[in-house]
């Protein structure tokens, strides 16, 4: 990875609403790298920015201190025409007065390319998005998918050092969004340009993306892969966001920690107080009286078809949520109150910062 | 359906009343369009059916001057005003709200709400004194004052337009390498087009119709269609009257169908 050479890079971005007193700082100070060939997201809740950083990058924004380099080259003041960025818009944006066909060759005969080789890439472009039949149609007459696509045509066809996509799968429902996100990383993989994808639903960020930058309150919270992000997440803001997590506390001693109940466990943490989180999936319920494990009892069980989640009450009044393959077909659910061990998966507690 | 709105059309007497209302306002149009067939000298005694007054007005030199000059006038001041508003609807549209908007709406609305003669008048006085210092009296004066007149016609339906464009679109042209010109000729004219055509002709269709402001801004020989049919209404009225006001008539319905049938997809 680090022989790539980096496709995008923000620099200290800072970026403010309104003047004074009222000014909302949207982003603040973010500094990002993304690499060339990458599919890289951007993972936040609604209002953390997003959107914010991508209008930077195409241009359609300035920051009010830091840079915006593409390919080394300092773009922060480049009007969006001259920047080889593409954006696929969550509305879509597609020109209503224009077909399929002239949406998708828009932005090369913007360039003035001669129009030979408008008519030779749009025709690929339609063949890679699977419209050829669509290609005389008014936008209006497409589904919501078809459109999608159309977005997406119209934004390769320049062939973009960088194609941005701000949530471009939130208006499709389930099914459709599962094949789209095949479908876009198919496309990814088949042009080899860097991706920037904006996202709030956790789980389109894991399976799709190289790397994740998750932010909150315009803050880059953390950057890394989906494993990186999903095994040690940097800090409670972002154990709780992706995926599910239970979060402790227990007082540390250097090499060891305590919880609550007594238990004491190895693990190496900056002494005193400590906040610790392991995933429902890392917990084993055992029978009582296991080695090593801690008594607790089951408080409810929640189905969810594969998995139930046992909502369990330790000692020491440690709540925690830990998930099972459901009984195969016969078996018995877990009732409650019933009393069983704990055992927490090798590694699987960590430390998190505040 | 406990709950039903308010209907107007339920209420003891509404046929009644709307059907006055009607008849009050066709029937008279309904006459006028009949007498210009009428083969006498009437407008009010039926003598049989004819199209001799179409031919007399035809061959009428001044009914020919008059409609000359109301198509010449009503055609370059409907595209002046036109052109004025799209420019107007362009400034004042599609922008956060700014300071003095409200201001600048009734500045360019100004002609709906002064009263005309008052305009007339002022007019009058503005242009002798022009005509006097340059000496110039031919039709620039009705055409600049038709022009004026019209822009608030023009501008509504061009502003309507604007106000339900999706900004996007012109962010997505600029950001597949559109200059600011080049987005604005292959996005936002073709997308305003439609309000920009209605605003024509409903500019053309009101200077085609105006008469008091004509009436006092014209100088000797310069009758537009409706001011020469108010000088022969003067002296005795014939059919030839009456077929002048079918044919403007049919030509005003025309446009007016033409300028709903394009406002009317607006909404789509
Ligand atoms: N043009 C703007 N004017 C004022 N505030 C804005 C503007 N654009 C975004 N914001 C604010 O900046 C913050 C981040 O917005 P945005 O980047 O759209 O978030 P996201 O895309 O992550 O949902 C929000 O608090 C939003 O209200
Ligand atoms: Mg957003």
């Given at each position: 990875?680090?022989?790539?050479?980096?496709?995008?890079?923000?620099?200290?971005?800072?970026?403010?609403?309104?003047?004074?007193?009222?000014?909302?700082?949207?982003?603040?100070?973010?500094?990002?790298?993304?690499?060339?060939?990458?599919?890289?997201?951007?993972?936040?809740?609604?209002?953390?920015?997003?959107?914010?950083?991508?209008?930077?990058?195409?241009?359609?924004?300035?920051?009010?201190?830091?840079?915006?380099?593409?390919?080394?080259?300092?773009?922060?003041?480049?009007?969006?025409?001259?920047?080889?960025?593409?954006?696929?818009?969550?509305?879509?944006?597609?020109?209503?007065?224009?077909?399929?066909?002239?949406?998708?060759?828009?932005?090369?005969?913007?360039?003035?390319?001669?129009?030979?080789?408008?008519?030779?890439?749009?025709?690929?472009?339609?063949?890679?998005?699977?419209?050829?039949?669509?290609?005389?149609?008014?936008?209006?007459?497409?589904?919501?998918?078809?459109?999608?696509?159309?977005?997406?045509?119209?934004?390769?066809?320049?062939?973009?050092?960088?194609?941005?996509?701000?949530?471009?799968?939130?208006?499709?429902?389930?099914?459709?969004?599962?094949?789209?996100?095949?479908?876009?990383?198919?496309?990814?993989?088949?042009?080899?340009?860097?991706?920037?994808?904006?996202?709030?639903?956790?789980?389109?960020?894991?399976?799709?993306?190289?790397?994740?930058?998750?932010?909150?309150?315009?803050?880059?919270?953390?950057?890394?892969?989906?494993?990186?992000?999903?095994?040690?997440?940097?800090?409670?803001?972002?154990?709780?966001?992706?995926?599910?997590?239970?979060?402790?506390?227990?007082?540390?001693?250097?090499?060891?920690?305590?919880?609550?109940?007594?238990?004491?466990?190895?693990?190496?943490?900056?002494?005193g107080r400590v906040n610790l989180t392991i995933r429902p999936e890392q917990l084993r319920v055992v029978p009582l009286g296991t080695e090593g494990a801690m008594p607790a009892h089951v408080a409810s069980?929640?189905?969810?078809?594969?998995?139930?989640?046992?909502?369990?009450?330790?000692?020491?009044?440690?709540?925690?949520?830990?998930?099972?393959?459901?009984?195969?077909?016969?078996?018995?659910?877990?009732?409650?109150?019933?009393?069983?061990?704990?055992?927490?998966?090798?590694?699987?507690?960590?430390?998190?910062?505040? | 359906?406990?709950?039903?709105?308010?209907?107007?059309?339920?209420?003891?007497?509404?046929?009644?009343?709307?059907?006055?209302?009607?008849?009050?306002?066709?029937?008279?149009?309904?006459?006028?369009?009949?007498?210009?067939?009428?083969?006498?000298?009437?407008?009010?005694?039926?003598?049989?059916?004819?199209?001799?007054?179409?031919?007399?007005?035809?061959?009428?030199?001044?009914?020919?001057?008059?409609?000359?000059?109301?198509?010449?006038?009503?055609?370059?001041?409907?595209?002046?005003?036109?052109?004025?508003?799209?420019?107007?609807?362009?400034?004042?549209?599609?922008?956060?709200?700014?300071?003095?908007?409200?201001?600048?709406?009734?500045?360019?609305?100004?002609?709906?709400?002064?009263?005309?003669?008052?305009?007339?008048?002022?007019?009058?006085?503005?242009?002798?004194?022009?005509?006097?210092?340059?000496?110039?009296?031919?039709?620039?004066?009705?055409?600049?004052?038709?022009?004026?007149?019209?822009?608030?016609?023009?501008?509504?339906?061009?502003?309507?337009?604007?106000?339900?464009?999706?900004?996007?679109?012109?962010?997505?042209?600029?950001?597949?390498?559109?200059?600011?010109?080049?987005?604005?000729?292959?996005?936002?004219?073709?997308?305003?087009?439609?309000?920009?055509?209605?605003?024509?002709?409903?500019?053309?269709?009101?200077?085609?119709?105006?008469?008091?402001?004509?009436?006092?801004?014209?100088?000797?020989?310069?009758?537009?269609?409706?001011?020469?049919?108010?000088?022969?209404?003067?002296?005795?009225?014939?059919?030839?009257?009456?077929?002048?006001?079918?044919?403007?008539?049919?030509?005003?319905?025309?446009?007016?169908?033409?300028?709903?049938?394009?406002?009317?997809?607006?909404?789509?």
């Amino acid at each position: 990875m680090t022989t790539i050479p980096t496709a995008v890079e923000a620099k200290s971005i800072v970026k403010a609403f309104g003047q004074g007193a009222v000014a909302i700082k949207a982003l603040d100070n973010v500094s990002i790298e993304i690499k060339q060939g990458e599919f890289f997201t951007l993972l936040g809740p609604s209002g953390c920015g997003k959107t914010t950083l991508l209008r930077l990058i195409a241009g359609f924004d300035t920051p009010t201190s830091g840079k915006i380099l593409l390919n080394g080259d300092d773009i922060t003041h480049l009007p969006p025409n001259k920047r080889p960025v593409n954006t696929v818009f969550q509305s879509y944006a597609l020109f209503p007065h224009l077909t399929v066909a002239e949406n998708i060759g828009f932005g090369l005969q913007m360039q003035g390319r001669p129009k030979a080789e408008v008519t030779e890439s749009v025709a690929r472009m339609l063949a890679l998005v699977q419209l050829e039949p669509m290609a005389n149609r008014k936008t209006s007459q497409l589904s919501g998918g078809q459109q999608q696509r159309v977005a997406l045509a119209r934004a390769l066809a320049p062939t973009p050092k960088v194609l941005l996509l701000d949530e471009p799968l939130s208006a499709l429902d389930l099914k459709l969004r599962k094949e789209m996100q095949i479908e876009l990383k198919r496309l990814q993989q088949e042009t080899g340009i860097t991706f920037v994808f904006v996202t709030h639903d956790q789980e389109e960020a894991l399976t799709m993306s190289d790397r994740i930058a998750v932010m909150s309150a315009g803050h880059v919270q953390q950057i890394g892969t989906p494993r990186d992000i999903y095994t040690r997440p940097a800090n409670r803001f972002v154990a709780s966001f992706i995926g599910e997590t239970n979060f402790l506390s227990g007082q540390s001693d250097g090499t060891s920690v305590t919880l609550a109940n007594g238990a004491r466990l190895p693990m190496s943490a900056p002494q005193g107080r400590v906040n610790l989180t392991i995933r429902p999936e890392q917990l084993r319920v055992v029978p009582l009286g296991t080695e090593g494990a801690m008594p607790a009892h089951v408080a409810s069980t929640v189905y969810f078809g594969t998995d139930t989640h046992l909502h369990l009450h330790l000692e020491g009044g440690i709540d925690i949520v830990a998930r099972q393959q459901s009984p195969a077909q016969g078996g018995e659910a877990m009732k409650e109150g019933t009393p069983v061990g704990v055992l927490f998966a090798e590694g699987a507690l960590l430390a998190l910062e505040d | 359906m406990a709950n039903r709105a308010f209907e107007v059309a339920r209420l003891p007497g509404f046929r009644t009343i709307a059907l006055t209302a009607f008849v009050l306002l066709y029937l008279p149009i309904i006459t006028l369009v009949i007498y210009s067939f009428n083969a006498g000298q009437s407008v009010a005694v039926w003598e049989g059916f004819s199209l001799d007054w179409y031919a007399k007005a035809w061959e009428n030199e001044a009914v020919k001057g008059a409609t000359y000059r109301s198509l010449i006038i009503a055609a370059t001041a409907s595209a002046i005003a036109t052109t004025v508003a799209t420019m107007a609807a362009l400034g004042t549209t599609r922008r956060k709200a700014f300071k003095g908007q409200t201001a600048i709406y009734v500045m360019i609305n100004q002609p709906l709400m002064v009263p005309e003669i008052v305009t007339a008048v002022a007019l009058l006085i503005f242009f002798a004194s022009i005509k006097v210092a340059t000496g110039y009296t031919g039709l620039w004066y009705l055409i600049i004052a038709h022009a004026a007149f019209c822009v608030p016609f023009a501008y509504l339906p061009i502003r309507a337009r604007l106000e339900g464009m999706d900004l996007t679109l012109e962010t997505a042209a600029g950001d597949l390498y559109a200059s600011h010109w080049q987005t604005f000729r292959y996005v936002t004219l073709p997308l305003m087009l439609p309000g920009i055509i209605a605003g024509a002709m409903l500019a053309f269709v009101i200077s085609l119709d105006d008469v008091v402001i004509t009436e006092f801004v014209k100088s000797g020989g310069q009758d537009t269609l409706p001011t020469y049919m108010l000088g022969q209404m003067r002296r005795a009225i014939t059919p030839e009257v009456n077929a002048i006001s079918t044919v403007l008539l049919a030509l005003t319905v025309a446009l007016l169908t033409a300028f709903f049938l394009l406002t009317r997809k607006n909404d789509k």
